[in-house]
């Protein structure tokens, strides 16, 4: 079987950096260590660190009950209340926020103290987006991720808007629904925050999908970035499969199949990428 894998596949720059500096804690800090929530949406990077001794802090528990030590704030970001929680319940915070997403707090930040409404293009309920949103000053801020909700956004006349958007969020998609917003004639600043290593992903995955008979799209069951990469895939090649490790993949489906694409979301370690390559070439 011939398999052509996707030069972007696999860990990008904020992912990379992020899991770098929980291992660089581990051994060199004194208590305890937590991510506040997953430090990235991988299942195996999770448990893998677990058995190193990092903890994932969950957002919805009281902080109270977790003994004083080490929070290192994830790739996502979180929220100004959040942080300042965290520290003031005496937790030392190890800020491993995306550069990317960081820009995008300073952005909500400083737009919305210009009284200007916050739009943000992405999943509403996704930890990103989640931390975006707790850097807008007041409420002036609308979060869109469909067609639908685009046609039924409005503002006051004469308010200002300023457009973001998720940094893994399709960015086909995303240009639709900022053309969808400007023809409602508001006053608007759409400011591209998806990150560009996001763009070369989805655009070098749909063109792999296009030329091969059979996609494989590998990462973690609760990635966005991995979902958006599956359904791009889809579009182009109907036998597309998600899976999260080798032993997901069921050769069987791939038995006719003579060419093979393979890419994987931003936070799929290399090794899980090189086991489903080998598997695919048995």
Not at 31 to 60: A, K, Q, S
Not at 157 to 169: A, I, K, Y
Not at 174 to 195: A, P, S
Not at 223 to 248: G, H, M, P, R
Request: with cysteine; proline share 2%; hydrophobic share 35%.
């Amino acid at each position: 079987m011939n398999v052509k894998l996707a030069k972007s596949a696999g860990f990008c720059f904020g992912v990379k950096r992020a899991v770098d500096l929980v291992y660089d804690q581990i051994g060199k800090t004194e208590g305890p260590i937590y991510t506040y929530g997953p430090i990235i949406h991988n299942e195996e990077v999770v448990r893998e660190l677990e058995l190193r001794g990092v903890h994932v802090m969950r957002e919805d528990d009281d902080i109270a009950k977790y003994p004083a030590g080490t929070v290192i704030i994830r790739s996502h970001g979180v929220g100004r209340k959040v942080q300042e929680r965290l520290e003031q319940a005496g937790f030392s915070l190890v800020d491993a926020t995306c550069p990317f997403v960081l820009k995008i707090h300073r952005i909500v930040e400083e737009y919305s103290r210009k009284e200007y409404h916050i739009l943000v293009v992405g999943n509403e309920r996704h930890p990103e987006v989640q931390g975006i949103i707790g850097w807008i000053e007041g409420d002036r801020f609308s979060v869109i991720s469909s067609e639908e909700d685009a046609l039924a956004f409005e503002v006051e006349e004469g308010t200002s808007v300023c457009v973001v958007s998720q940094t893994t969020f399709n960015y086909n998609k995303f240009q639709e629904l900022v053309e969808i917003i400007e023809k409602k004639g508001y006053d608007i600043l759409v400011l591209n925050t998806i990150c560009n290593a996001t763009e070369v992903r989805q655009k070098e995955a749909a063109e792999i999908a296009s030329q091969v008979e059979a996609m494989i799209v590998i990462g973690g069951r609760h990635s966005s970035n991995t979902q958006k990469l599956f359904e791009i895939c889809k579009k182009e090649c109907a036998d597309t499969y998600y899976i999260q490790t080798k032993d997901d993949l069921d050769l069987s489906v791939l038995q006719s199949i003579s060419n093979v694409g393979i890419t994987a979301g931003a936070s799929t370690p290399n090794k899980i990428i090189e086991e489903v390559q080998k598997k695919c070439q048995k």
